[in-house]
C-alpha cells in the first residue's frame, strides 16, 4: 500500500493505497492487542498493550516529522519520499517479528496443531 502511494500516477491510485494502507492499519490496531493477550503471561499483559499503545503514538510522531523535514524539498518529490519513508521501519519490523514472534495458540489449535500450541503457551 505504501509502494502504490509513493509511484501513484494519479489522485485515484493514491486513494486506492490510503484505502489499502488504512485496511492494513485498521486490522493490526484491533489484532495486536488480541495477540499481546494471548501470548503474554498474566501479569505482564496490561504493560505490554500499553507499550504497543505508546510504540502507536511514536509512528504518529515519526510520520509528522517526516512531513516537517519534507517541507523544503520539492512539493513534486515531498509527498512521494515522506510516503516511501513510511514503508522502512515497519518492513524492518515485519522481518523481525517473522524469527521472533510464535504463532498465535489459538490458531495453531484451530489448525489441529495442539501440541504446538501448549508449548507455546507453556512458555
Do not use: Q
Not at 489448525?111 to 508449548?119: A, I, L, N, P, Q
Request: charged fraction near 15%; glycine fraction near 12%; charge should be neutral.
Amino acid at each position: 500500500g505504501v509502494l502504490i502511494m509513493a509511484f501513484a500516477p494519479n489522485y485515484g491510485i493514491l486513494m486506492f493505497g490510503r484505502i489499502f494502507v488504512g485496511l492494513g492499519v485498521g486490522f493490526g490496531l484491533a489484532i495486536d492487542p488480541l495477540y499481546i493477550s494471548e501470548i503474554a503471561p498474566a501479569p505482564h499483559r496490561g504493560r505490554l498493550v500499553t507499550w504497543s499503545e505508546i510504540a502507536i503514538n511514536v509512528g504518529i510522531v515519526l510520520g509528522f516529522s517526516t512531513g516537517l523535514f519534507a517541507t523544503n524539498a520539492d512539493p513534486d518529490i515531498a509527498w512521494r519520499t515522506m510516503f516511501g519513508l513510511g514503508a522502512i521501519l515497519p518492513i524492518c519490523v515485519i522481518f523481525l517479528v517473522m524469527f521472533v514472534m510464535p504463532e498465535s495458540p489459538r490458531w495453531l489449535i484451530s489448525r489441529g496443531r495442539v501440541d504446538e500450541g501448549r508449548e507455546i503457551l507453556k512458555k
